[in-house]
T-cell receptor, first 116, second 115 residues
Framework: AQSVAQPEDQVNVAEGNPLTVKCTYSVSGNPYLFWYVQYPNRGLQFLLKYITGDNLVKGSYGFEAEFNKSQTSFHLKKPSALVSDSALYFCAVREPYGAGSYQLTFGKGTKLSVIP | DADVTQTPRNRITKTGKRIMLECSQTKGHDRMYWYRQDPGLGLQLIYYSFDVKDINKGEISDGYSVSRQAQAKFSLSLESAIPNQTALYFC??????????????FGPGTRLTVL
């Protein structure tokens, strides 16, 4: 069965500093990986996804994520954090085929707080 | 995402009441999903539908039912609400691309409180 772990419930970073939100996964075969962001009182917004190809994926709002197969990780990064990046971030995984390919499995979420 | 709308946005109800949450989309997507979000638990899939005639249970379907009235509409019902169904409910849609590259797009959510 596929699973996702976000080891940090909360990440605090100073404005202007680089940020990293961690995600590790477990899946049979090559994974399809996604990051979503949830702002207060809003739905989830799609940020980026990794399907195949370049391990560094660029997404919305200046975010990027690095796929590392040997470490089964897909960490979300941004070179310079903004206060407006403060939100709840979710990593999700899907198997490429089989029974798990219909279902997106989410991590528990990481709350990012960017301090002015 | 304004292309996926949910009604109501907030609802307070009492134990034992029947309640329906509605989702509509203008994205033209075939696939629709219902999730619930609880603090510290992420999102859990309740039901999903690949088209009007194809409805499937997700990981936590007990106590819920769904209806896919049209390609654009997917409603979630709680036949007899109980307090532990208090949660934030999200509808999502996806195009139904071959394989697992399909990206899901979420509505704004419905906050349900069962007293």
């Amino acid at each position: 069965a596929q699973s996702v772990a976000q080891p940090e419930d909360q990440v605090n970073v100073a404005e202007g500093n680089p940020l990293t939100v961690k995600c590790t996964y477990s899946v049979s075969g090559n994974p399809y990986l996604f990051w979503y962001v949830q702002y207060p009182n809003r739905g989830l917004q799609f940020l980026l996804k990794y399907i195949t190809g370049d391990n560094l994926v660029k997404g919305s709002y200046g975010f990027e994520a690095e796929f590392n197969k040997s470490q089964t990780s897909f960490h979300l990064k941004k070179p310079s954090a903004l206060v407006s990046d403060s939100a709840l971030y979710f990593c999700a995984v899907r198997e490429p085929y089989g029974a798990g390919s219909y279902q997106l499995t989410f991590g528990k979420g990481t709350k990012l707080s960017v301090i002015p | 995402d304004a292309d996926v709308t949910q009604t109501p946005r907030n609802r307070i109800t009492k134990t034992g009441k029947r309640i329906m949450l509605e989702c509509s989309q203008t994205k033209g997507h075939d696939r629709m999903y219902w999730y619930r979000q609880d603090p510290g638990l992420g999102l859990q899939l309740i039901y999903y539908s690949f088209d009007v005639k194809d409805i499937n249970k997700g990981e936590i379907s007990d106590g819920y039912s769904v209806s896919r009235q049209a390609q654009a509409k997917f409603s979630l019902s709680l036949e007899s609400a109980i307090p532990n169904q208090t949660a934030l409910y999200f509808c999502a849609t996806s195009e139904g691309l071959a394989g697992a590259t399909d990206t899901q797009y979420f509505g704004p959510g419905t906050r349900l409180t069962v007293l």
